[in-house]
């Protein structure tokens, strides 16, 4: 089964353990995921499974929204509620414009520094490896965007708000960078992943419930075809004749495409019989769709 899965991960298990625990419910041979969660947090994580992981690229790069809570006050190497506490800030005297302002300022393009506990890899190495034996490396910021940023509810010392941002944006981080601008400091203390693109958590799963779908007990909420997964993406359908070369990953070569095709980041090319047999994408400079994935 190719199949991608809208996991809701339950909290205090890693992203990979979700994963494995997807993997032994459908026997897969292969599973991998599009996103990574840290452990404190939940929500939405979506498991690919056998020829599915070969899409990863495409989900893991969708806007991903977040509900965080944010604990004024305290300071943690982690910067969120499982790290050791290196900073205490007695005056949390802030009121809603002031929140309401800083949580604005980070709105759109910004720049963003990663944290020492992260996976990147400095010479090959994970960051938060070097971090637990105390070695701080020089961490170039990346551009990030936050589409969305909005309050929901402040109850000292915690601020609760919403965060829709590009990939590769941390909000632990983003919390920590908010505390300094607040003239305090503070830690991420609670992380929900409420959507990643069109996969929102109303439509999620938990692992136990997988488990009854398997035995035939429930709806298929939250399991997803390939084709269905990739619904933002424009289609073309082909003859058999046409399958056959696709399956060779011979290029198409189309007279007449519609601009939607033209200008698509990518193009699912399926068959008469709805199975999707690629992922192509045009080159203007030969006029033919490239093969990129080939499901063979």
């Known amino acids: 089964m190719d199949l991608i899965i809208n996991l809701n991960k339950p909290k205090d298990i890693t992203s990979q353990d979700g994963v494995t625990k997807v993997k032994k419910i459908f026997r897969a041979k292969k599973a991998g995921h599009a996103g990574t969660l840290d452990p404190m947090a939940t929500g939405v994580l979506l498991v690919c499974l056998n020829r599915a992981t070969r899409l990863t690229s495409f989900f893991s790069s969708l806007e991903k929204e977040y509900k965080a809570v944010m604990k004024l006050g305290i300071s943690t190497d982690t910067q969120d509620a499982y790290g050791n506490i290196i900073e205490t800030c007695d005056d949390i005297s802030v009121n809603r414009e002031q929140i309401e302002a800083v949580l604005k300022s980070f709105s759109g393009k910004t ?61 632990r ?9 607040l003239g305090t400091c503070a830690h991420l203390y609670e992380l929900e992943r409420t959507a990643i693109g069109d996969f929102h958590i109303s439509e999620s799963i938990s692992p136990d419930k997988l488990i009854d779908i398997c035995k035939g007990h429930t709806t298929n909420i939250g ?73 063979t």
């Open 173 to 181: 981080t983003l919390c920590h960078d908010m505390g300094k601008k």
């Open 223 to 295: 399991i997803h075809s390939m084709g269905d997964a990739l619904s933002w993406l424009p289609e073309l359908t082909v003859d058999e004749s046409v399958s056959r070369a696709i399956s060779h990953g011979n290029p198409l070569e189309l007279h007449e495409l519609s601009d939607t095709l033209k200008t698509a980041e990518a193009i699912k090319i399926k068959s008469r019989d709805n199975t999707l047999l690629s992922i192509g994408r045009y080159v203007p400079e030969k006029k033919i769709i490239k093969m990129d994935i080939v499901f």
């Open 111 to 171: 720049f963003q520094e990663p944290p020492m506990f992260s996976a990147l890899k400095h010479k090959g190495k994970p960051l938060y490896k070097l971090a637990r034996k105390g070695i701080e490396i020089e961490r170039k910021p990346r551009e990030i965007n936050i589409s969305l940023i909005e309050l929901l509810d402040i109850d000292m010392p915690f601020v609760t708000f919403r965060a829709r941002c590009s990939k590769g944006t941390y909000i």
